[in-house]
């Protein structure tokens, strides 16, 4: 069983900078950062594969954001800078463990790649 507690959202004017946390209980394969806009379909943004510390990043983020793992603190971050208006939404932590590793690797950005979910924090860039 894992457990995922994501923090750091918050309101930051565009250009801004937000670090993401997620605290992570249990063995994982495969971390990602996913976000949902209101109407919108729930999109992967960044992945980090924990063994490895190798990652991926949607082209919309590259350059922008950076994921992050820190093996002693049991807890992924997604740095986030030069934030802008459509940034904004409801960030989401993902792991993969067990059968679903295989399908992280293949498709890192599809959220049915993932077998837990994070409560999800909001952020909010004006």
């Known amino acids: 069983q894992v457990q995922l507690v994501e923090s750091g959202g918050g309101t930051v004017q565009a250009g801004g900078s937000l670090r993401l946390s997620c605290a992570v209980s249990g063995l994982t394969y495969a971390m990602a950062w996913f976000r949902q806009a209101p109407g919108q379909e729930r999109e992967g943004v960044a992945v980090i594969y924990t063994r490895t510390s190798s990652t991926n990043y949607v082209d919309s983020i590259k350059g922008r954001f950076t994921i992050s793992q820190d093996n002693a603190k049991s807890t992924v971050y997604l740095q986030m800078s030069s934030l802008n208006p459509e940034d904004t939404g409801v960030y989401y932590c993902?792991?993969?463990?067990?059968?679903?590793?295989?399908?992280?690797?293949?498709?890192?950005?599809?959220?049915?790649?993932?077998?837990?979910w994070g409560q999800g924090t909001q952020v909010t860039v004006s």
């Open positions: 993902a792991a993969a463990t067990g059968m679903s590793a295989a399908q992280a690797y293949r498709v890192p950005f599809n959220k049915d790649s993932y077998n837990y």
